[in-house]
């Protein structure tokens, strides 16, 4: 019987880019190292990493870099990145459509709390919503609860610590709230035995 591989997953002790890969670790119900580092101990380490940036996973003493690498290896190795060739690549473009949202709200970022407001509603109207509306077809064509395929995937997960995190805040409530789907899906999501335990038992962070 092979032996399950040691893994390893460095980070912050923040959700950031490695929730999304802890959330597939907690689905698949496979044991890792989670390691979190502060800042101290990171500027120790930076030089010592492949590319001076986080996270990074270690499989058996082999290390690699980047989320989205992580996270697409793990999905594969665990069953949750598709039923075929072209499920996989459904899930990239969601994930990708992701971070292209992603990269647009940071422009939205002001420390000004009266500008700050203001650029909130400009970026729910330009960007959120938009994006929101979008998630919500693609829930009722898909007609199976999930983004892609009939089973959950990685990009259920990379989607769900998303859009978690800002229904959590209440930012996004009262749009979910005409968006039935969608709705579902976090609630679909967050009550999946293994991943609503993580919820529970995760250290506190941001």
């Known amino acids: 019987m092979p032996q399950t591989p040691h893994y390893k997953l460095t980070y912050f002790n923040i959700y950031g880019l490695a929730e999304p890969i802890r959330l597939i670790f907690a689905q698949a119900d496979v044991k890792y190292e989670d390691e979190r580092l502060d800042d101290a101990a990171w500027q120790k380490r930076k030089q010592l990493t492949p590319n001076g940036q986080l996270p990074l ?99 259920d997960l990379h989607l769900f610590d998303y859009l978690k995190r800002f229904n959590d805040s209440g930012l996004i409530s009262p749009a979910l709230k005409k968006m039935p789907n969608l709705a579902k899906f976090i609630d679909t999501i967050g009550n999946l035995p293994k991943i609503k335990e993580w919820i529970e038992h995760r250290p506190k962070t941001h």
């Open 57 to 155: 996973l270690e499989v058996d003493g082999k290390v690699l870099p980047q989320s989205k690498a992580i996270s697409t290896y793990l999905a594969k190795q665990f069953g949750l990145n598709g039923q075929d060739d072209w499920e996989a690549a459904q899930i990239q473009a969601a994930i990708a459509g992701l971070d292209d949202v992603k990269t647009q709200a940071r422009t939205y970022r002001e420390e000004n709390i009266p500008k700050k407001a203001e650029l909130f509603q400009k970026l729910e109207h330009d960007v959120l919503l938009p994006y929101l509306n979008r998630l919500e077809k693609a829930l009722a064509e898909n007609g199976t609860g999930y983004f892609v395929g009939s089973h959950v995937t990685q990009a």
